[in-house]
């Protein structure tokens, strides 16, 4: 990809300039409105899980809906009348793939840690879906991405550092954290 070629067609050519790219991410996916959406309805599935069932019922949720977040995603673009996806030959779609496996990797860190100390389960997992939110910076041209990691980030560890223990506040905070994010994405997405 170049700074220089033209564009050839919307979505389709690896020769598609940087901002016409990121242009184009963020009116398929809205911003990521959807995908916030979905995240944040998981991270208070797998809240409601721990405070009313048992941490483990918690850690499944989150861990198997984590799984289920882009085909969920997919699906709300759909019934939506959107494309569920990006165009063919789009330039972003590897990074955008690699970028969604960093979270099920780090989460198997989080997975680790939580046989030893569960409380630090949910503060983890913010720490490893935050980091994943950086390179949205440049995926969809947004700054409200790193706001979001930054969020995320600082939140589990000072959940883990400050107030161990409730490890399950973390993920009542980052369902709320995504929900709100979605709609906040949106608006920037519209903006742009």
Do not use: N
């Not at 016409?20 to 959406?37: E, H, I, M, N, P």
């Amino acid at each position: 990809m170049t700074t220089s070629d033209p564009p050839t067609g919307e979505g389709t050519s690896t020769s598609m300039l940087i901002a016409d790219a990121q242009r184009d991410l963020r009116r398929v996916y809205v911003g990521g409105f959807y995908g916030q959406l979905v995240s944040g309805a998981v991270w208070l599935l797998a809240a409601a899980a721990t405070t009313w069932v048992s941490t483990a019922a918690g850690t499944a949720a989150l861990w198997f809906g984590g799984m289920l977040i882009f085909p969920l995603t997919a699906l709300a673009l759909r019934v939506s009348g959107r494309a569920a996806s990006l165009g063919r030959g789009h330039p972003f779609a590897g990074l955008a793939t690699q970028i969604a496996f960093t979270v099920p990797i780090g989460l198997l860190v989080a997975l680790a840690l939580a046989t030893q100390r569960p409380d630090l389960f949910f503060p983890a997992a913010m720490v490893v879906v935050g980091a994943h939110y950086l390179p949205f910076v440049f995926l969809y041209g947004m700054r409200l991405y790193a706001v979001l990691a930054a969020v995320l980030v600082l939140g589990g560890v000072a959940l883990a550092v400050l107030l161990p223990g409730p490890g399950v506040l973390g993920a009542w905070g980052t369902g709320a954290v995504l929900v709100v994010a979605a709609f906040a994405l949106r608006h920037a997405a519209r903006e742009s």
